[in-house]
């Protein structure tokens, strides 16, 4: 029993700590810090200059020019990452159809994508759900029929994330109507800017622009978009949604959340005092404070006990994490209460000062509670998730 | 004992419920949000029409007298049908002039939908504390001169006339030296910035520089403004609890037909358990949380002042929990339907959490219950 | 709307409480507020003491002997009793069995038994879980075989509260096993002094002997002990579970109950002042002050809408009943913290004077709240009370 | 990083594992409770045997010099077996003994297994702060004398030897001029009175009535003796925060186990997915708590005050939670036979409620980890 990371992983610490205080740019460690809305170009750039540094494929083999990190190391990464502020890499490319190119991808869609996607070159999204499939994603219906060296595709994902500046989509579709549920879907790469394919956003319930649906209208796809085998997508797709709980736990970022809440809770008063000197609000930070340690161990007891790769102990990762980002939103915005309210979507994407006489901190975070509430529902929802434990770990 | 609503109140509270179905749907309300006003003078007018202004004017003012319960009713159907229109703001406004018995003029004009006002009570460091005021009321020979700044002051920018709270003396948190006064929103020397509030509201912050404002414009006893502020941030406790209740019965009634119709694994998701009992739980919030505001409708005109803090704030702190768990959950039961804005669930959770907001959140209203002298003896 | 009691009910109210004031033995009203526990002698007295006055059919018509009063008035009747601290009028005969005979007995039952009921000449108990069948009542194995003016009963019930002290007993027993499982179902009297009957004791986790296993091993009972027609115990048996729910939500218990959790706060100490000024404590009672306000509003409605009788409405007062009298015992556990330990089974029976430091106040607060665990169990636990409203009331 | 247990710990683990189902079974402990000692020599003589009272005692005292996490270990599987020897009060006591690097015959006593010992420091006041101390020692020539009364003292009567603190100044709840000494159980003066507890423990009130001690039973510094109590109450902490694990590994499993086996409507009860999200909810509580019980482990031994602080009443806090709803919850799962007496997991509830009790509840440790100096800047 042994809680200390090693010498060379503080070293490894030091390293990266050094590394983002010289190169994440201010603008978008303020925008991160203070839940702004991130555009296409705050996105690309972060992932541009970790990409230089050859930081992006942490989870990635060296041969693929990946990192080549341990799991620790990785871990140690993300919280630094977290603790500074950064923008995420989104997963969709780096997280998501990497490890599935990786592995059941040929070689020539390996030279071509892995490259671009490490370089951000193209930027990725992810054509899973349909409207209607919900927690049950093996439902989808999405159509592709072979053409001569095309597939045709018919159909309409949804909840696709980031899909308005997406150059590639992979897609789940059914190649065999006749199969079983699970049978007959295939694993296909899709350019956005194929004819027939049309995006319309989702506007979530703070206004923001995140989500979309993205219909296919005759869409002509090679057939060397495929991955892998015809009517085999389904194993690949759970391959994958293994690799998407990576990090879902989310400790680094809660505890800069947390920092920010007992800034806040600082400042805002209540009865004439700091609201953080409230015995009864206190009380409410220090529990959430207390359950984010006992994550913190929790998730490095799962790193220790594997490769790195969780196994459905990921459900308790999951719903835990969420619970704590959740309860955050909710304790910041009980800090500012009414000062929460005014809603400046222009002040949140950062093109104007705001003008109001409440302060700049309150101004994100009525949206970032309610935008937060997708947290329990989306990955599979945290229901989803205790029925795993149910059955994978106590076996009922 | 008698929990049964008058025909009168039946009937009231059905043709609002009408009007807000046919003529205030959910694309009608967001064209009104999105429109550069926020609220819609049509709406206002057949507000007007159907009696909703002029319920709580005296009789004598071309109004209807309605009671505290006479109000429970109306603004359960205004939550229902989320209307964003000023009515709450200024029916609360109204209820100082009431108290005040001054400016009938303008409780005439409130009843026949000519006027609308606001309350500009909050400052920036005041939070829920609303004798924590630093605008200053100082006298002149024409009367008293304001400076300072309100804000967050719901319809601030929509309303003809403001109630403002002012101190007379430098203790910025002591409940004596506060005058409250009726303000002409087009005086000399108030700026107003309007914004939209995060319900689909709107609200501003007002900035008051050597406003002039005539002695007969100050509203109850010099100095002894806290008591009518209390008393009446009471009243809109009430109001807000009743509209909580019209928007649970909505949100809760879209999430069990939800259950009912969307289909998982080839069931209808109603059919598992653990979404039954969650929505068995939002039920008893729900049904709680409407006794309480039953309490508070009848209670706040309670001439026990303890009984009426002890009971609003009850029912302030209750319904708040409500509101939270059952918004929560109806956006969690409808899954990433339920995080969009294209339903009406989104909206209602909004709402719901704004009402937990205002006039004093959970925390501040069961402190301020612990607060009244007969916690520590009564049951 | 009018939420006043009127003034014959409060006139009743007064009478109801001079008379308690009046006639309520002070040793069985400090047993009852310091929750000690009972002895049959204990509930026998107070019972007689109520049968005088004609007020133990509190639910009964006139004719029987009951008292005729109004839904509001027995509520009221109920509060006071409460208020003042009276033992219970145990429901077996008065509230449960009587129901039955009234509804389906014939002359000569009513005739016999009512009477005996009402002033308590006999103790009843009740035979209807048996060992398996839980929540699932109707599964039921307990046979009675006819032999000619005689039923043969064979069998075990379970959980039989102060079988030890009981003079009869009624019983749900099989008559056809070849019916389906509702069907075949018979409501017989049994005297508990009959051969083949034995009484064991089941130790609740206080250490408190409340409830029994009852054994029939070849009990003849007469055939006019049926109530009845033969094989429809069931439908009696339904009619009395809905009267079983009369004041499950105990307001007026759990009011008497806060008083003394704010007492008790008063007394104990935190940071050198009462608990109850600690914010955090004086918070959570605050919580469940307001919770029982509102049940006490939600039980009035529902006692104004109907007979008083209440439908499935009666679960949300059962779910909510139960959960603030647990948490009542859970915050008095808090309150006295390490000095509810000690355990001293004598005292609590009333036999001994407690010889510890620690006050008698904390003597009986564990045992309470371990006791207490049962009441989300018993009655149809708070989890098929949630499968109630989903059925009946959301029709999900 | 590193969270796997040495092959000795693992081995230490089985030995005492084996030992309890084998020898303290269910029906041997309710002997035991039962008997008018409450406790059991030959249970006593076998955790000797085992090494148990020898581990956490240094090497060149006949002990194993044990580590808080060897500790751990330990506590996990007498927690497990139920186990109401009087280990925990030997073995905190000892470790006064330990710091103070005083009276090495006694603490070679303990490894053998001859002598028991308590630890007497709350009184009828002190609730959980054990710095509220009306004792005295007042000096006389011979040393000091003690005048007061313990209560609630953990298998007080069972031990040879006490652990007392005491006061020297006027101060009630002063944290300075406190003793501690170490008492003979038996000395002139001292009346004890054994009682049961809830958990099937025994208790004790003890009476110090001007009872003689020799200056060499003074333990670490005069007056300052909080540090050592507040120290110690932290390894009293951590033990019991282990303990705890034990049982929620026990009362899970046993709960796990009849929803896999108890039918109800046809199917095992565990068929229904409130049941298995309430067992899942349990699993999720049991790791959390875990998590937090192995970092108090490590943590209690930490140079820095404030760092061992905040961690163990944030392990206490967290496990008391923990233990709550998992005891609730595996009773209530159980149906009728949770209630009853004749399950271990009754008795497994009452232990983890009692625990949850002792040393500090859950808002007396949330309270300490809030007033922790770095609480407004750490994360």
Same mark, same amino acid.
């Given at each position: 029993?042994?809680?200390?990371?090693?010498?060379?992983?503080?070293?490894?610490?030091?390293?990266?700590?050094?590394?983002?205080?010289?190169?994440?740019?201010?603008?978008?460690?303020?925008?991160?810090?203070?839940?702004?809305?991130?555009?296409?170009?705050?996105?690309?750039?972060?992932?541009?200059?970790?990409?230089?540094?050859?930081?992006?494929?942490?989870?990635?083999?060296?041969?693929?020019?990946?990192?080549?990190?341990?799991?620790?190391?990785?871990?140690?990464?993300?919280?630094?990452?977290?603790?500074?502020?950064?923008?995420?890499?989104?997963?969709?490319?780096?997280? *998501?159809?990497?490890?599935?190119?990786?592995?059941?991808?040929?070689?020539?869609?390996?030279?071509?994508?892995?490259?671009?996607?490490?370089?951000?070159?193209?930027?990725?999204?992810?054509?899973?759900?349909?409207?209607?499939?919900?927690?049950?994603?093996?439902?989808?219906?999405?159509?592709?029929?072979?053409?001569?060296?095309?597939?045709?595709?018919?159909?309409?994902?949804?909840?696709?994330?980031?899909?308005?500046?997406?150059?590639?989509?992979?897609?789940?579709?059914?190649?065999?109507?006749?199969?079983?549920?699970?049978?007959?879907?295939?694993?296909?790469?899709?350019?956005?800017?194929?004819?027939?394919?049309?995006?319309?956003?989702?506007?979530?319930?703070?206004?923001?622009?995140?989500?979309?649906?993205?219909?296919?209208?005759?869409?002509?796809?090679?057939?060397?978009?495929?991955?892998?085998?015809?009517?085999?997508?389904?194993?690949?797709?759970?391959?994958?949604?293994?690799?998407?709980?990576?990090?879902?736990?989310?400790?680094?970022?809660?505890?800069?959340?947390?920092?920010?809440?007992?800034?806040?809770?600082?400042?805002?008063?209540?009865?004439?005092?700091?609201?953080?000197?409230?015995?009864?609000?206190?009380?409410?930070?220090?529990?959430?404070?207390?359950?984010?340690?006992?994550?913190?161990?929790?998730?490095?007891?799962?790193?220790?006990?594997?490769?790195?790769?969780?196994?459905?102990?990921?459900?308790?990762?999951?719903?835990?994490?969420?619970?704590?980002?959740?309860?955050?939103?909710?304790? *910041?915005?009980?800090?500012?209460?009414?000062?929460?309210?005014?809603?400046?979507?222009?002040?949140?994407?950062?093109?104007?000062?705001?003008?109001?006489?409440?302060?700049?901190?309150?101004?994100?975070?009525?949206?970032?509670?309610?935008?937060?509430?997708?947290?329990?529902?989306?990955?599979?929802?945290?229901?989803?998730?205790?029925?795993?434990?149910?059955? *994978?770990?106590?076996?009922? | 004992?008698?929990?049964?609503?008058?025909?009168?109140?039946?009937?009231?509270?059905?043709?609002?419920?009408?009007?807000?179905?046919?003529?205030?749907?959910? !694309?009608?309300?967001?064209?009104?949000?999105?429109?550069?006003?926020?609220?819609?003078?049509?709406?206002?007018?057949?507000?007007?029409?159907?009696?909703?202004?002029?319920?709580?004017?005296?009789?004598?003012?071309?109004?209807?007298?309605?009671?505290?319960?006479?109000?429970?009713?109306?603004?359960?159907?205004?939550?229902?049908?989320?209307?964003?229109?000023?009515?709450?703001?200024?029916?609360?406004?109204?209820?100082?002039?009431?108290?005040?018995?001054?400016?009938?003029?303008?409780? !005439?004009?409130?009843?026949?939908?000519?006027?609308?006002?606001?309350?500009?009570?909050?400052?920036?460091?005041?939070?829920?504390?609303?004798?924590?005021?630093?605008?200053?009321?100082?006298?002149?020979?024409?009367?008293?001169?304001? $400076?300072?700044?309100?804000?967050?002051?719901?319809?601030?920018?929509?309303?003809?006339?403001?109630?403002?709270?002012?101190?007379?003396?430098?203790?910025?948190?002591?409940?004596?030296?506060?005058?409250?006064?009726?303000?002409?929103?087009?005086?000399?020397?108030?700026?107003?910035?309007?914004?939209?509030?995060?319900?689909?509201?709107?609200?501003?912050?007002?900035?008051?520089?050597?406003?002039?404002?005539?002695?007969?414009?100050?509203?109850?006893?010099? $100095?002894?403004?806290?008591?009518?502020?209390?008393?009446?941030?009471?009243?809109?406790?009430?109001?807000?609890?009743? !509209?909580?209740?019209?928007?649970?019965?909505?949100?809760?009634?879209?999430?069990?037909?939800?259950?009912?119709?969307?289909?998982?694994?080839?069931?209808?998701?109603?059919?598992?358990?653990?979404?039954?009992?969650?929505?068995?739980?939002?039920?008893?919030?729900?049904?709680?949380?409407?006794?309480?505001?039953?309490?508070?409708?009848?209670?706040?005109?309670?001439?026990?002042?303890?009984?009426?803090?002890?009971?609003?704030?009850?029912?302030?702190?209750?319904?708040?929990?409500?509101?939270?768990?059952?918004?929560?959950?109806?956006?969690?039961?409808?899954?990433?339907?339920?995080?969009? $804005? !294209?339903?009406?669930?989104?909206?209602?959770?909004?709402?719901?959490?704004?009402?937990?907001?205002?006039?004093?959140?959970?925390?501040?209203?069961?402190?301020?219950?612990?607060?009244?002298?007969?916690?520590?003896?009564?049951?």
């Amino acid at each position: 029993m042994d809680l200390n990371y090693t010498a060379q992983d503080l070293a490894f610490r030091d390293e990266v700590r050094s590394y983002l205080e010289a190169h994440l740019p201010a603008d978008l460690q303020h925008k991160v810090r203070n839940h702004k809305r991130m555009n296409r170009e705050d996105f690309v750039r972060w992932h541009k200059i970790l990409a230089k540094q050859g930081w992006v494929g942490t989870g990635w083999q060296v041969e693929y020019g990946g990192t080549g990190w341990t799991p620790t190391q990785r871990h140690i990464f993300e919280e630094e990452c977290a603790r500074a502020g950064t923008p995420a890499i989104l997963p969709f490319g780096v997280n *998501m159809v990497a490890p599935v190119i990786m592995a059941f991808g040929n070689q020539a869609q390996k030279d071509y994508y892995l490259p671009r996607i490490l370089n951000c070159d193209d930027w990725w999204c992810q054509g899973y759900s349909e409207p209607g499939s919900g927690s049950d994603l093996a439902s989808l219906k999405t159509r592709a029929e072979r053409d001569g060296d095309f597939y045709i595709v018919n159909g309409q994902k949804t909840w696709t994330t980031l899909a308005q500046h997406a150059d590639m989509i992979f897609c789940l579709v059914r190649t065999d109507p006749a199969a079983r549920k699970q049978e007959g879907i295939s694993f296909l790469l899709i350019d956005m800017k194929t004819p027939g394919i049309t995006v319309r956003p989702i506007i979530m319930l703070d206004e923001d622009h995140e989500v979309n649906e993205v219909f296919f209208d005759n869409v002509k796809v090679p057939v060397q978009n495929l991955i892998g085998e015809e009517n085999k997508g389904w194993t690949y797709a759970k391959y994958l949604l293994g690799h998407e709980r990576t990090n879902i736990a989310a400790v680094g970022r809660a505890k800069r959340e947390l920092l920010f809440l007992k800034r806040i809770a600082g400042e805002h008063q209540k009865n004439g005092k700091p609201l953080i000197d409230d015995p009864v609000f206190a009380h409410k930070v220090a529990s959430l404070e207390i359950e984010l340690m006992a994550l913190e161990i929790t998730v490095l007891r799962v790193i220790s006990q594997d490769s790195g790769r969780p196994g459905p102990e990921a459900s308790l990762l999951k719903i835990k994490g969420t619970e704590i980002q959740q309860r955050l939103t909710e304790l *910041m915005l009980e800090t500012v209460g009414p000062y929460g309210l005014p809603f400046d979507p222009q002040f949140l994407e950062g093109e104007t000062e705001h003008s109001l006489v409440s302060d700049d901190d309150a101004a994100a975070l009525a949206s970032y509670y309610f935008n937060y509430r997708k947290t329990s529902i989306y990955g599979g929802s945290n229901e989803i998730q205790k029925n795993i434990i149910t059955q *994978m770990i106590l076996g009922l | 004992m008698d929990f049964k609503l008058t025909q009168e109140q039946q009937q009231f509270a059905e043709a609002i419920r009408r009007w807000a179905e046919k003529d205030y749907g959910f !694309e009608q309300r967001k064209h009104i949000i999105g429109s550069p006003k926020g609220t819609s003078s049509k709406a206002w007018s057949e507000l007007a029409e159907l009696g909703a202004t002029a319920l709580p004017i005296p009789e004598e003012l071309g109004g209807f007298s309605g009671s505290a319960v006479d109000m429970m009713v109306v603004m359960q159907e205004l939550g229902r049908g989320l209307v964003v229109e000023p009515y709450f703001a200024t029916v609360l406004a109204a209820e100082f002039l009431k108290k005040a018995k001054a400016h009938f003029d303008v409780l !005439e004009q409130i009843a026949t939908g000519e006027k609308k006002l606001a309350v500009a009570l909050a400052e920036k460091q005041s939070r829920y504390d609303l004798f924590d005021i630093a605008t200053t009321a100082t006298p002149n020979k024409d009367g008293f001169v304001l $400076n300072g700044t309100k804000t967050v002051v719901l319809h601030g920018a929509q309303a003809d006339m403001l109630i403002v709270s002012a101190r007379s003396n430098e203790n910025q948190r002591d409940k004596s030296g506060i005058h409250v006064f009726l303000v002409d929103a087009n005086s000399i020397g108030i700026h107003r910035t309007d914004y939209r509030t995060i319900d689909g509201y709107r609200a501003a912050d007002i900035r008051f520089d050597q406003v002039q404002v005539a002695p007969i414009n100050m509203l109850g006893k010099e $100095n002894d403004g806290w008591e009518l502020i209390d008393e009446i941030a009471d009243y809109g406790v009430s109001l807000l609890c009743s !509209e909580a209740i019209g928007i649970m019965e909505a949100i809760t009634a879209a999430t069990l037909d939800y259950l009912k119709t969307r289909q998982q694994f080839g069931v209808p998701i109603g059919k598992f358990q653990v979404l039954q009992h969650r929505m068995a739980e939002m039920f008893m919030e729900m049904e709680q949380a409407r006794s309480m505001a039953t309490l508070a409708a009848v209670k706040v005109s309670s001439a026990n002042v303890e009984e009426r803090r002890r009971t609003l704030s009850a029912a302030k702190a209750r319904i708040g929990q409500a509101a939270r768990y059952i918004g929560q959950q109806a956006v969690q039961l409808h899954g990433g339907m339920g995080v969009t $804005n !294209e339903l009406p669930v989104a909206h209602m959770f909004k709402r719901l959490t704004t009402i937990e907001l205002s006039l004093g959140d959970t925390d501040h209203h069961l402190a301020r219950f612990v607060a009244q002298p007969g916690f520590k003896v009564s049951a």
